[in-house]
C-alpha cells in the first residue's frame, strides 16, 4: 500500500515536470540563467581584490535556489492566490516593517538588511516585497475594472502605491527601492488603461513637488548634492560622499574601450578602486575588463528578458495577470537603466543594483520569482488578443 502511495506520488511529481517543461516559458529562464552566468564571471573579477569565493558561493547558491524557485511559481496560480489580499498586505507591511526593529546597515547607509547566523546571505525584504506587491496592485486595479479612471478608485491606488513607499523610506531610509515601486506603479497603471491625462497631471505635481522637496530638511545635503552634481559643475567630484563613486566608475569605463582591458586584469577593477564594484557598479567592471562589447551584451540580454516580459503581458487575455508582467517589465525597466546611467555618470548614485548581473543573494532569488510569475501567466492556455480587446487603451 506505501509502495503504491509513493509510486503515484513520483508519477505526479513527474507529470508536472513534464507540463512545466512543456508549458512554460523556457526561452524567459534561458535568458536569466545566461544573465546570472554572465554576472557571476563579472562577479569573480570584481571580488578578486578581497577574495571572491564567498560572493562566487552567494550567488551561485541563489541561482540553483532561484531556478527551483523559477519552476514552483511557474505552476502557481497568482490570480487565484491574489484572493487572499488581505494576507498578502499584512505579508509586505510586516515585511517591511521588521526593518525598522531589526534591520542592518549593508553598507549603503541605508537600515535595508535582515542578517541571520542561519543564512549564507542577508534578506532585503523590499526585494521580495516587489513580487508580491506588484501582485497586489494587480489586484488591485482589476478589482474596479471599468471604473479605474474615475477620481476615487484611481485615488486609492496611488494610496496603496505612496504608503508602501513612506513604510519603505521610514523603515530603511531607502530612497533608490522606494522609486522601483513608484515605477512599478506607473506600467501597472499603464496596463490598467489609466488615461494619458492622470499621467500628465502626476508629471506637473511632481515638477512642483520635487523642489520643494529638496529644499526640506527630509533629504540629506549629501542625497541633494548627488542629483544636483549631475547639473551643477562646482560642486566637487571627489567628494567621497557626492560625486567621487561615479567619477571612478566613469575612469573605468572609459579605460575599457571597445574591447576592454582583459577578465580580470583591469586596473581600476584589480586594484578595488571602483566603489561597491561587485554590486551597484557591476557594469563598470565589465566596461573596463570586457570594453563596450560586454556591456553591449549585458543591454541585450536585459532588454531581451524585458521585452519578454512585455511580450507575455500582451499576449495574455487576463487583464490582471496582463497587469502583473508590466508591473515585473517596469521594475526590470527602471532598475537597469537607472544602474547603467548611474555608472555613466548620468543619474543620480541611489544604491540599485543591476538585474542578474549585481551580487546579491535576496535579490537575485527575487528576480528568479517574479519571473516565474510571468511565466506562470505564459503557461496558461489563452488565445492572444489585441492591446485594445484587453483594454489597455
Same mark, same amino acid.
Given at each position: !500500500? ?225 542629483? !544636483? ?165
Amino acid at each position: !500500500m506505501a509502495a503504491g502511495k509513493k509510486k503515484n506520488l513520483v508519477s505526479k511529481t513527474a507529470g508536472k515536470l513534464l507540463y512545466f517543461f512543456r508549458r512554460a516559458d523556457m526561452l524567459l529562464l534561458a535568458l536569466c540563467v545566461l544573465a546570472s552566468v554572465y554576472g557571476i564571471i563579472l562577479i569573480s573579477s570584481a571580488g578578486r581584490p578581497v577574495g571572491a569565493w564567498g560572493y562566487l558561493r552567494v550567488q551561485i547558491l541563489s541561482l540553483i535556489l532561484g531556478i527551483v524557485i523559477f519552476i514552483i511559481f511557474s505552476l502557481l496560480d497568482f490570480e487565484h492566490i491574489a484572493r487572499a489580499w488581505p494576507i498578502i498586505i499584512i505579508f509586505n507591511i510586516v515585511f517591511i516593517g521588521c526593518l525598522h526593529f531589526l534591520g542592518v546597515d549593508g553598507g549603503s547607509g541605508n537600515q535595508s538588511w535582515l542578517s541571520f547566523s542561519w543564512l549564507p546571505f542577508s534578506i532585503q525584504p523590499a526585494e521580495v516585497v516587489k513580487v508580491t506587491f506588484t501582485i497586489l496592485l494587480a489586484k488591485h486595479f482589476h478589482s474596479f475594472k471599468g471604473r479605474i479612471n474615475r477620481p476615487i478608485p484611481l485615488f486609492t491606488t496611488v494610496l496603496h502605491a505612496v504608503f508602501m513607499v513612506c513604510l519603505i523610506v521610514f523603515c530603511s531610509s531607502d530612497y533608490g527601492s522606494a522609486l522601483v515601486y513608484l515605477f512599478i506603479y506607473l506600467f501597472v497603471a499603464l496596463a490598467a488603461g489609466v488615461s494619458f491625462w492622470w499621467y500628465l497631471a502626476a508629471a506637473a505635481f511632481v515638477a512642483v513637488a520635487l523642489p520643494l522637496l529638496i529644499k526640506s530638511d527630509i533629504l540629506r545635503q549629501d542625497q541633494i548634492d548627488r542629483v !544636483m552634481i549631475i547639473f551643477d559643475p562646482s560642486i566637487d567630484p571627489t567628494n567621497q560622499s557626492i560625486g567621487w563613486q561615479a567619477a571612478q566608475s566613469k575612469i573605468a569605463l572609459g579605460s575599457g574601450g571597445i574591447f576592454g582591458q582583459g577578465l580580470y586584469q583591469g586596473t581600476q577593477t584589480q586594484s578595488g578602486a571602483i566603489p561597491a564594484q561587485h554590486t551597484d557598479f557591476i557594469f563598470s567592471v565589465c566596461g573596463e575588463e570586457l570594453g563596450m562589447v560586454g556591456c553591449i551584451g549585458i543591454i541585450v540580454l536585459l532588454l531581451a528578458i524585458i521585452a519578454r516580459c512585455i511580450h507575455v503581458g500582451v499576449k495574455c487575455k487576463k487583464p490582471m495577470s496582463a497587469m502583473m508582467c508590466f508591473g515585473i517589465a517596469g521594475m526590470l525597466i527602471f532598475q537597469t537603466f537607472e544602474n547603467i546611467f548611474m555608472c555613466m555618470g548620468l543619474f543620480p548614485v541611489i544604491g540599485l543594483t543591476l538585474p542578474f548581473f549585481s551580487y546579491g543573494g535576496s535579490s537575485m532569488i527575487a528576480l528568479f520569482m517574479a519571473m516565474g510569475v510571468v511565466s506562470s501567466v505564459k503557461m496558461k492556455p489563452t488565445p492572444g488578443l489585441s492591446t485594445k480587446k484587453r483594454g489597455y487603451q
